[in-house]
């Protein structure tokens, strides 16, 4: 089964509006990334938190982890079209990351 | 160029069929990384090159898949005898360091595989 494991597997909003996509895991990590995929191209590093990091900003993007519950947040602030994608968390634990299976987010304009 | 370049982008081939995917990583990242994405879905890991060494082939389906990387830089990913539950996109990624996911990972923007 997969290690990461988003929610919602989709999302709707409108322009604007926050959205927040949730990823819980089951083993311990090194730490956790956040990607994004637009259709059709490959995946794109957004933040890395840190297992001893609880919360990490970057631009409209907001990620805290919680290690005793094994999940993350990842939050974007005032939405835009062009942040529609899917987003994927991934794990690491030694020399790979493992991936869920995303978010597909639809920002409508 | 600057970036994890894959090709070809494209490939549809027929079943029994062997195909090759390349993959040139950013220059100077030691680690590259190939996954599989079937529609829809997460990134299923398939294997890891530290230099030209592959300390995790694990993800690998079966012996029909190989992979090699020579000069620490380029890297093809075999599948022998395509089957039709081969096709996905084949993503290929490279990172800095010592590949111990401590750093982030930059991708290719895949090849996709057809099989007929």
């Known amino acids: 089964s997969q290690q990461g494991e988003e929610d919602p597997q989709a999302l709707s909003i409108q322009e604007g509006e926050n959205a927040t996509m949730n990823c819980s895991y089951k083993?311990?990590?090194?730490?956790l990334q956040w990607y994004r995929q637009n259709s059709g191209r490959g995946l794109v590093h957004l933040i890395l938190i840190r297992s001893n990091e609880r919360e990490k900003h970057s631009g409209r993007l907001r990620v805290t982890l919680d290690t005793s519950k094994k999940s993350s947040s990842l939050l974007i602030t005032a939405s835009r079209a062009a942040d529609t994608a899917s987003y994927f968390c991934?794990?690491?634990?030694?020399?790979?990351?493992?991936f869920g299976e995303g978010t597909q987010l639809t920002v409508n304009p | 160029g600057a970036g994890v370049s894959q090709s070809p982008s494209n490939k549809v081939t027929e079943k029994g069929k062997d195909v090759e995917l390349r993959c040139d990583p950013i220059s100077g990242h030691t680690a590259l990384y190939w996954y599989r994405q079937s529609l829809g879905q997460g990134l299923e890991f398939l294997i890891y090159?530290?230099?030209?060494?592959?300390?995790?082939k694990s993800g690998l389906p079966s012996d029909r898949f190989s992979a090699e990387r020579t000069g620490g830089s380029v890297s093809t990913l075999t599948i022998q005898r395509t089957q039709q539950e081969d096709s996905a996109v084949y993503l290929c990624a490279s990172s800095s360091g010592t590949g111990r996911s401590n750093q982030p990972q930059h991708f290719g923007d895949g090849t996709r595989l057809s099989i007929l």
């Open positions: 083993t311990s990590i090194n730490n």
């Open positions: 090159f530290q230099g030209n060494s592959a300390p995790d």
């Open positions: 991934a794990t690491s634990s030694g020399s790979r990351l493992t």
